[in-house]
């Protein structure tokens, strides 16, 4: 599971193969112990939870690298390591 990116205390992640679940393209953000699925697409939380203010930080950040992360999702459903997203600034 790689650490594509880090801000704001959210460590954001990609996993290998991770297209059964949900079914759709998606990042996991942990915070404190919290941990959230996110949809790249659309930005919808898909499970688990975080804070409300680090929910909106997480779905900023997705709208602001859409095309990064959709590419790094087709690197990591077919096996191959992703690459870093720059953080939120």
């Known amino acids: 599971m790689p650490v594509i990116s880090m801000f704001y205390g959210i460590v954001i992640y990609l996993y290998f193969f991770d297209d059964e679940r949900h079914k759709t393209p998606h990042i996991h953000a942990k915070y404190q112990g919290e941990d959230a699925s996110f949809s790249i ?15 909106r930080l997480v779905q900023a950040w997705i709208e602001i690298h859409r095309e990064e992360l959709i590419a790094n999702w087709d690197l990591a459903v077919s096996g191959t390591a992703p690459f870093r997203v720059e953080p939120l600034k």
Do not use: F, R, S, W
């Not at 697409?41 to 929910?55: F, M, N, Q, S």
């Open 41 to 55: 697409v659309d930005c919808t939380l898909l499970a688990g939870k975080l804070p409300l203010p680090k929910i």
